[in-house]
C-alpha cells in the first residue's frame, strides 16, 4: 500500500468510517428517545423505574462503592420499591466522587472506560468515567432537547463556546474535517472583547447559521453590541441557550439582536442535557427517560417550596454510576403540563448554583436568581456581580449606562435592605462594565461564604 494512501486512510477516511458508525448508532437510540417523548406520564415513570431497578441490581453486584454502602445502611436493591425509597439513599457529592473515585467503577469495566474531564471552574478537574452506550445516548438525548428547536444532525449550526488554550494542530485538523462534515463551525468566546465584537458579528454573516448555540453570557454580550452598535447580523431560525441560567431579560435582548426565537437548555458536564424547551417555552421538559432528576429539599429556607438542589442519576452509564449525584445546581419545579402534548414533566427554570445562595445572619437565603429580577428594571443599570464575602456583608458592583442617577442607586440600596433585612451591610462601587470570566461566562451572584 502507498505510504500515503496508508497516511490518508488513517487521518481522513479510518475516522469518518468510526463517526459514520458512531452516528448510525445515536440515531438509532435518537428514535427510541423521539418516541418516547410522547408517551404519557405514568408510561414515561414506568419506563424510568424499570431502568431504575436494573441499573440498583448492576450497582449492587458490581460497584464496590454502592455496595459497602447499602451493606452498611443494611438496604439491599429489593428494598427499593419507588422512587421514595431511593430518595432516602445518601447523596453523592464531588468530594465522594474524589475520595471513592476507584470503588465507584463497575467491576467488569473497569479495563474499558472512556474518560471525560469535567469541573475545571469549581474546583480541581475530576475524569469521570463512562461507557460508549452512555455516551451515544447522551448524544442522542442532546439532539432530541436540541431539536425541539429545530436543530438538527447536519444543519448549518455555529456555536459561540468558550474554549481554553488551543487543541494541537493535528487535533484541530481533524476537528475541522468533523465540524465541515457536520455543518458546524466552533467560534471561541473565549476571546470575546470589546474590540473584537465586530469580527464575532462578521462570523455570522460569513457562516450563515440556521442554529445559532451559545454560552448565555457570550450571546448576551454579542447581543448588547449588535444593539448598542444598530448592526443586524443575518437571522438564524433560533437561538440556543446553555450552560447558564437564562433570565427574561436576557432572553428579550438576544431575540431582538437576532431576530428569532431563543430556547432555553439546561445540562451539566457530567452528564450532558437535562432538559430544554420545547416550541411553546413553557419550562424545560425533563429527560426523565434517560435520568431520574430529583430536587431534594435543602436544609434552609426557601421562599418557594417548588425550589430544590438539582439531583440527578444517569440511567445509562453502567461503567461508572453516578447515583444520587448533587450537581450543585438549584432548579424550580413546573406546575402543569406543557400544551405540546409531551409526557416529559417540566422545570419551571433553574436558579443557579447552590453556592451562589445569598444569606443573612437572620437566616433568610435568596437565591442568586432574585438579584437579576430586581436590577434588570432599574433605570440605566447595564449589568452587575454581587459577591458575598462574609454573612453580614455584600458588595455589589454595578455597570451604570445612560440613564443611572442617584435615584437608581437609592431604588436598589432599598429594595434590597427590603429583601434581606437589616442584619447584612450594602457596599456599592460603580464602574463602566463588568469583563466576562475566563471562558466567557458571567457570574452575576457569587457566594464565597462556603470556599
Ligand atoms: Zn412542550
Redesign the pocket.
Known sequence: MHDWYEQAFRRVLYPAYESGLRRRRTLSWLADYERNQWLAPEQLAALQWAQLKRLLEHCYREVPYYRTQWRALGVTPDDIRNLDDYARLPLLTRADMREHYEALKADSWRDRLLYKVTGGTTGEPLRLGYTRESNDRRQAVMWRGYGWAGSRMGRRTMYLWGALGQPPWKQRWKDRLFNAAFARRMVNSFHMSEANMAEYAQAVDDYRPTILVGYVGALVRLAEWLVDHGRRVFRPQAVLCCAEVLHDFQRELIERAFGCVAYNTYGCREVMLIASE?E?H?GL?MNIDHLVIELAKPDYHLANERTGEVVITDLSNYGMPLLRYANGDMATAGTSR?P?G?GLPLLSHVDGRVLDIIRTPDGRALPGEFFPYLLCHVEGVTGFQLVQRRLDRLDLTVARGKGFSDDSLTHIRHEIHKALGDGIELHCQLVDDIPLTRSGKTRLTISELSS
Open positions: 420545547c411553546h413553557h421538559h406543557c405540546c409531551r
